[in-house]
């Protein structure tokens, strides 16, 4: 099993529709979590932390479900600008990431 | 603030030549980890140092070796390099002891194996 598991997509979806991606890890004492966003082939940035309780950043909420070993992305209203691929980090020790979820958003 | 700088941006060796890439860290950020990153995949741990400290390896094997200088600059060496090893590498700082620590990237060395 992989240490860190994402639906590989791709997603294609209407400007202004929601979307949610999800991820799961294998290691339980894992004790933080991330989602970072990837545009072609430059470098992975910090999209957001995600915290135990749940949190939101604009159009984006991140949840995280300890005891499922669970935790989501939620874009609302998409821009075309959200194009990219979402990689899901878990940390312990050392962060570990998703293969990502590709997103492209259409006119 | 000067960012993660990686180099050189592009490189091209033949299967069994050694290569080293380099990394400066970002100011105030004393760990640096490298991550390889094939294409379409997520990017895969290799190591991480801490204070000139190896503080954690992934499974690579030990002909991926690197260094840590006072500065905090970093650089990934790689003997016997296969066909395999074509990626793009980046490494990342952070400012504490890292692991658990948001991440800054560079853009990245590709490196192709011929």
């Known amino acids: 099993r992989k240490e860190v598991e994402q639906d590989p997509g791709p997603f294609n979806v209407p400007e202004g529709a929601t979307v949610a991606f999800n991820c799961t890890y294998s290691n339980s004492a894992s004790q933080s979590f991330f989602w970072y966003r990837q545009d072609c082939r430059k470098e992975p940035k910090l999209l957001m932390s995600v915290y135990s309780s749940g949190n939101e950043d604009g159009r984006f909420t991140a949840q995280l479900n300890r005891a499922s070993q669970y935790i989501s992305l939620l874009i609302r209203d998409s821009k075309l600008s959200d194009s990219a691929t979402y990689l899901c980090?878990?940390?312990?020790?050392?962060?570990?990431f998703g293969a990502g979820t590709r997103l492209t958003v259409k006119p | 603030e000067t960012g993660v700088t990686q180099s050189p941006t592009h490189l091209i060796k033949t299967r069994g030549q050694q290569v080293t890439l380099r990394c400066s860290s970002q100011s105030g950020h004393n760990t640096v980890s490298w991550y390889q990153q094939a294409l379409g995949q997520g990017p895969q741990f290799i190591f991480q140092?801490?204070?000139?400290?190896?503080?954690g390896r992934g499974n690579f094997p030990p002909r991926f070796s690197g260094l840590q200088f006072p500065n905090y600059s970093s650089e990934l060496n790689v003997n016997a390099l296969e066909l395999d090893d074509s990626a793009l590498y980046l490494c990342?700082?952070?400012?504490?002891?890292?692991?658990?620590?948001?991440?800054?990237f560079g853009s990245g060395t590709q490196l192709s194996v011929l």
């Open positions: 990342a700082s952070s400012p504490g002891e890292g692991g658990e620590e948001k991440l800054f």
């Open positions: 140092y801490y204070r000139e400290e190896e503080n």
């Open positions: 980090v878990v940390a312990h020790n050392d962060m570990r």
